[in-house]
């Protein structure tokens, strides 16, 4: 058996040295100087025995997910793996990394494994490395960072630098007792500083994708468990699980998340948006229920709501949609909706937003591959109205916003906020284009 475990750990080994090679196939100096939030390129690695086959690859390691992953079989005991095997490769590894030049290795490493033994799925962490000086260097120059370019700056910045800094931001090993305050405020300093740029939906992307990150495998663990499988995830809460303080401290990064994911996030991605609501409301957030059912409570009772006779409109800024309920198909509705409209995208509301348009009334624009959606319907039936072109003119001029483009139509189906009512942008400005 011991020649055989020598064997197996050879092998493994073998495979580490294969990944080195790999990941030496580039010019990782070069990569890192693309920004000074890049303090090197690989942060973990994951070596994987099952069915007799040894694998290391760039890869973390979930362990929060049920079960070891690999079932049951195979010649190893998981006290071999965990009392031999854990500690050699330990070692390995560690030779491995200081043979490597600095710009490879991010200020943290972790190499985790997923080891298939015969009495079942075993994962466990192998390795953790932590660079100091590295580390130190890195958080100099996410706080020169934020002073000189958000907090003093006013240009537009770059999406790398976002997609480092959100991560960095949210990173125990940097900052194990972030204050969520001060880490929101800078993650509203980008999108402002990045207001009107071409980039803009790139930044709000990775500020999602950090925090979509920080809730899975930081806080969710904290207070559920997980019941599902890597590919269809379930959560239950754990018992007697609670929140110290439901409206303060972490739970609003959550809150955060959620709002992002659902105001600019793609269609399919809101259950996920609505599910972080619901766990917050699953641990007593009132804030949470406030949120699904009023919205931010930002703007004013009037902004946000509007009944008559002929109409009812009211508007959620955290879904980032407007439902409006037609009473009466008249040009009056249609008029009294887009006041309701120009009041409500010239409060500040989210302006990728959607309509939830509940009418009899089904009218489409001739314009080939637009998603059918009730934004666009809404419009189609606005423009069947003369009368009705100059306050959509209104509307548009101020709803439209470069870059900012309604919530309910993707990629090419899209179109950007207010060019529905025909007003687009051109060589001396906006102007109304006539009629499709």
């Known amino acids: 058996m011991d020649h055989l475990l020598e064997t197996i750990l050879d092998e493994m080994k073998r495979e580490i040295d294969h990944w080195k090679a790999y990941i030496s196939d580039v010019d990782a100096e070069e990569l890192v100087k693309r920004t000074s939030l890049q303090a090197g390129i690989h942060s973990s690695a994951l070596l994987e025995y099952a069915e007799g086959r ?60 997923r080891f298939q033994t015969r009495e079942g799925g075993v994962s466990v962490r192998i390795l953790e490395q932590v ?40 990173d125990d090993g940097l900052f194990p007792d972030a204050d969520p305050g001060p880490v929101l405020s800078v993650f509203e300093k980008i999108q402002g500083v990045n207001k009107g740029d071409k980039h803009l939906a790139e930044h709000r992307s990775y500020l999602t994708s950090a925090l979509r990150h920080w809730v899975e495998h930081r806080w969710l663990p904290l207070y559920f468990d997980s019941i599902g499988t890597e590919w269809q995830k379930e959560y239950k809460k754990k018992s007697g699980a609670r929140l110290e303080h439901t409206e303060q401290g972490p739970i609003e990064l959550v809150l955060y998340a ?11 991605s809101r259950s996920e948006g609505l599910a972080m609501l619901n766990w917050a409301i699953e641990l007593g957030s009132a804030r949470a ?58 409060s500040g509301f989210p302006k990728s937003y959607q309509i939830k348009l509940k009418s009899g009334v089904k009218q489409w624009l001739p ?17 069947e109205y003369p009368g009705l072109h100059p306050l959509l003119e209104e509307y548009a001029r101020a709803a439209m916003e470069p870059f900012e483009w309604y919530a309910d139509g993707e990629g090419e189906a899209g179109c950007m906020t207010g060019q529905l009512c025909g007003l687009r942008p051109g060589p001396g400005g906006y102007g109304l284009t006539p009629r499709w």
């Not at 709002?259 to 269609?267: A, Q």
């Not at 009944?307 to 037609?326: G, H, S």
């Not at 314009?367 to 423009?383: I, Q, V």
């Open 131 to 170: 660079d100091e000086t590295k580390k130190k260097q890195l958080l100099e120059r996410i706080s020169s960072y934020i002073a000189d370019r958000l907090e003093a700056g006013t240009d537009p910045t770059q999406p790398l630098e976002t997609f480092f800094l959100s991560r960095h931001l949210l």
């Open 258 to 268: 959620a709002k992002l994911i659902l105001r600019y996030g793609p269609s399919y």
């Open 367 to 383: 314009m080939k591959g637009l998603a059918k959606s009730g934004t666009h319907r809404f419009f189609a039936n606005a423009l």
């Open 289 to 346: 229920q406030r949120l699904t059912k009023e919205g931010s409570g930002t703007f004013a009772k009037e902004d946000v709501s509007y009944r008559d006779e002929l109409v009812e409109c009211t508007a959620n800024d955290v879904f980032a949609e407007a439902v409006i309920t037609m009473k009466q198909e008249t040009e009056e509705s249609y008029a009294n909706a887009l006041r309701f409209l120009i009041r409500l995208v010239s």
């Open 54 to 113: 040894v694998d290391v690859m760039d890869e973390e390691l979930d362990f929060t997910m049920p079960g070891g992953g690999a079932g049951a079989g195979g010649p190893l005991t998981e006290e071999q793996v965990r009392e031999r095997i854990v500690p050699e490769l330990a070692a390995y590894m560690r030779h491995t990394l200081n043979a490597l030049p600095p710009s490879f290795i991010d200020y943290r490493f972790t190499f985790n494994g």
